[in-house]
């Protein structure tokens, strides 16, 4: 095989990055084992009990019950199909802020129920009058986003959490990126601050985990009851995981990871990546770009479209916001010698630009 795995060193739109030494040999150990086969794969299991552990510890769950999923995507359609399970309408509804995760909008597909996407405020997040005024008795969930994945924005999550009580609707938080750099911050974003029933959070995004490496967290254990099957041919009874077979791999790489990290690393982690955002975000601003302020690790800016082809063209992968801006991730792997180059590259952009083309006259 001649392909490679992709480099890192110009990588500064992605919500992954290269796993901690720890949850790579953690990964390469556990690639044969199953997880969906507890029964089989004892040890495996036994650690996404520790791996669930350190996930409530990180989210403020005292008891905390879940699995280790694939992904975010995967943890947003499962936190659906409870709230779906658990009410009693014929017509159960979803209400999200605009910055929800394009996940939502396939588990909507999937599960059969209306998703209502509601517009957010002039900071980019949820606008609590616009998700009162689309609850109603048929609303089964309220999605808050606690980091969300264009503008690195906390939704108020306490107060959606009353919305949703006033409803009689669960409450789901996304925290797929932000929860392993929000413990550091003075958000309220978690089980411990609101009344979150719900909530997706990665492992393999901020957490330094091998990929596969998602969360699904729920506030008791009977929630899980909503999405247990039967598997007659298995050694174990049922089971409540979207996949059957899962990777053993990305279990004993979000431990490893988490061991290693938790919490004196994440916070140091979480500091130098703050630091280079606010860095790039000041830099950006004194080339003249509008920057969207980086109250967590992720920069927004309006740099032309131009620009951004050229960028691309010079092999940096970065990605725009939906309506349009550069959007870079200071993920543990992106380094303030990276974000220099960048800057570079740009500049000399800039200057190529405005040299005036040479008249034929």
């Not at 947003?76 to 996940?103: C, K, L, W, Y």
């Amino acid at each position: 095989m001649q392909i490679e795995p992709q480099a890192f060193d110009r990588v500064l739109s992605s919500m992954c990055t290269e796993p901690h030494p720890a949850a790579r040999d953690a990964a390469e150990r556990f690639l044969a084992t199953n997880p969906g086969d507890p029964g089989t794969y004892p040890n495996v299991s036994a650690l996404e009990d520790d791996a669930i552990a350190l996930l409530g510890e990180i989210a403020g769950l005292d008891d905390p019950a879940g699995y280790v999923t694939s992904g975010g995507t995967e943890a947003n359609i499962q936190a659906v199909r409870i709230a779906r399970e658990r009410t009693d309408s014929r017509t159960p509804n979803v209400v999200m802020p605009e910055s929800g995760h394009f996940s939502f909008q396939k588990a909507a597909d999937l599960l059969g129920v209306e998703l209502r996407i509601v517009p957010t405020d002039d900071r980019h997040r949820a606008d609590l009058e616009a998700v009162r005024a689309s609850v109603d008795e048929d609303t089964a969930l309220v999605v808050g986003v606690a980091g969300t994945t264009e503008y690195g924005r906390v939704d108020p999550i306490p107060a959606l959490g009353e919305i949703a009580q006033s409803a009689d609707a669960m409450l789901h938080v996304d925290a797929a990126w932000g929860g392993f750099v929000l413990p550091f911050t003075d958000y309220e974003w978690h089980f411990g601050h609101a009344a979150v029933d719900t909530m997706t959070i990665d492992p393999h995004k901020m957490g330094q985990a091998a990929v596969p490496s998602g969360g699904l967290l729920v506030r008791s254990p009977e929630l899980l009851d909503e999405l247990a099957v039967d598997t007659p041919y298995l050694e174990s009874t049922s089971q409540a995981t979207l996949t059957g077979t899962r990777s053993g791999a990305g279990v004993a790489s979000a431990v490893a990871a988490m061991e290693a990290l938790w919490p004196a690393g994440y916070r140091s982690q979480y500091v130098r990546s703050q630091n280079n955002a606010e860095w790039l975000a000041d830099a950006l601003e004194k080339r003249g770009y509008r920057v969207a302020d980086p109250t967590l690790p992720l920069v927004a800016a309006d740099v032309p479209r131009s620009t951004f082809d050229a960028l691309r063209a010079k092999g940096w992968r970065i990605s725009r916001t939906a309506t349009g801006e550069l959007r870079v991730v200071c993920m543990p792997h992106v380094t303030r010698e990276m974000l220099a180059s960048f800057i570079g590259d740009l500049d000399r952009l800039e200057v190529r630009a405005s040299v005036p083309v040479a008249s034929d006259d």
